[in-house]
């Protein structure tokens, strides 16, 4: 049986049985007090959806492991935090096309086993809480309003994110689409995107923690745990005969196959040269006086733990893009274009929302040192776009 668990205080259970059926359920101070331990095979932390992003992204890989091997470079540019501080789960893959991904911060994942490690309680899973939200089957969206106000929202299979009540509209009109079809738990909710516009909104009286979410059916839990590596580590086995004879059908299979994987890894090895091209030149652009650049991907991300950290002093274009460096990380926003002249920064940033947008404005406000002009903003293809104008106060 499987044992799904929150992961914060208090730690709400359920215990599933091979079917999907849920066995049991309650709430426990702690986990080493969950009744139904020993009854479990499988445990799986369920963790706030805030901690997880999903992204889809093109590649030319023919198999997982050639993605999951450019995925960190592929989504390098997307992400504020190092790659190497970061967890990758393949969720969805389609050779030679797109593939889909789960990222969460590896430090959080290795917290999560230590916690546990001390008490009688494996940790085998862990699964944000937005994909345990059923899939309606006549709705494109699953809204589910929690009891402590936020909203778990899931769109497919391998898509979700949780909301609050400031986002909530933000999403709604980045839809651009009021026949979208959603079914909500809860009546009010219903009635506000209603007013909104909404022309296909549904009352599914799913209940508002993930154990009701799972009696109204659920994904098998190999595909939507995002543990990735971390969750194997420590736990090798040796093979058994039909593992070996796997092995040796895979091998010969590879044999056949490794013409494709050349051509596979020279056509990311030209992806990767490209790269290290545009970071030397971003890097003349943005350090002209630097001369000597030995490790130019190395040097340029020095550089900006730099500016992130105030540590030089460098005029104005540093002070600016330093106030720049400080802001964007923490709303989870991307930079799609920096200019500099005049004394003054043009940077056009892009945020998954309009509520992203005025929380980046206001990080950027919140510098002293740096005056910010909002020059335009717009939506497009679910994200926002917008393009401001910093200088030195």
Request: with cysteine.
């Amino acid at each position: 049986m499987i044992l799904y668990f929150q992961a914060d205080p208090p730690h709400r259970w359920a215990l599933v049985d091979r079917r999907g059926s849920v066995v049991e359920d309650g709430i426990s101070e702690s986990p080493e007090d969950i009744p139904v331990l020993k009854k479990t095979s499988t445990t799986a932390a369920v963790v706030a959806g805030g901690k997880v992003t999903v992204h889809e992204v093109e590649t030319p890989a023919k198999s997982r492991s050639k993605a999951m091997a450019s995925a960190p470079y592929i989504l390098e540019e997307r992400l504020a935090t190092n790659v190497d501080d970061l967890e990758f789960t393949i969720l969805d893959f389609d050779a030679g096309q797109r593939v889909r991904i789960a990222v969460v911060d590896k430090g959080y994942l290795e917290g999560l086993q230590s916690s546990f490690a001390g008490l009688h309680l494996s940790l085998d899973a862990v699964v944000p809480e937005y994909f345990l939200v059923p899939l309606h089957h006549q709705a494109r969206y699953s809204l589910a309003r929690i009891h402590d106000g936020r909203y778990a929202l899931r769109h497919g299979a391998f898509d979700g994110m949780n909301l609050d009540e400031n986002t909530l509209e933000y999403w709604w009109q980045s839809l651009h689409d009021p026949n979208a079809a959603v079914a909500v738990n809860d009546v009010d909710v219903a009635r506000r995107l209603i007013e909104w516009g909404g022309t296909s909104i549904s009352v599914w009286e799913i209940g508002t923690e993930f154990p009701d979410w799972l009696r109204h059916g659920n994904t098998s839990l190999e595909r939507v745990n995002v543990m990735g590596a971390v969750g194997s580590a420590g736990r090798r086995e040796g093979p058994s005969v039909l593992m070996k004879v796997a092995m040796v059908v895979f091998g010969i299979g590879m044999l056949a196959r490794v013409g494709v994987d050349l051509y596979d890894n020279f056509i990311l090895y030209r992806q990767n040269a490209n790269l290290e091209r545009e970071i030397v030149k971003v890097f003349h652009e943005a350090f002209p006086d630097e001369r000597r650049i030995v490790n130019p991907r190395l040097q340029l991300e020095q550089r900006i733990n730099e500016l992130r950290t105030g540590a030089v002093d460098g005029g104005a274009f540093q002070t600016i893009l330093s106030s720049l460096a400080a802001a964007v990380p923490g709303v989870n926003a991307t930079v799609d274009e920096i200019s500099f002249r005049d004394d003054f920064l043009l940077v056009t940033c892009t945020t998954a929302d309009f509520a992203g947008l005025d929380k980046l404005k206001a990080r950027f406000s919140a510098n002293k040192n740096v005056k910010v002009e909002l020059i335009s903003s717009g939506s497009r293809d679910n994200k926002v776009s917008a393009r401001f104008r910093l200088e030195s106060a």
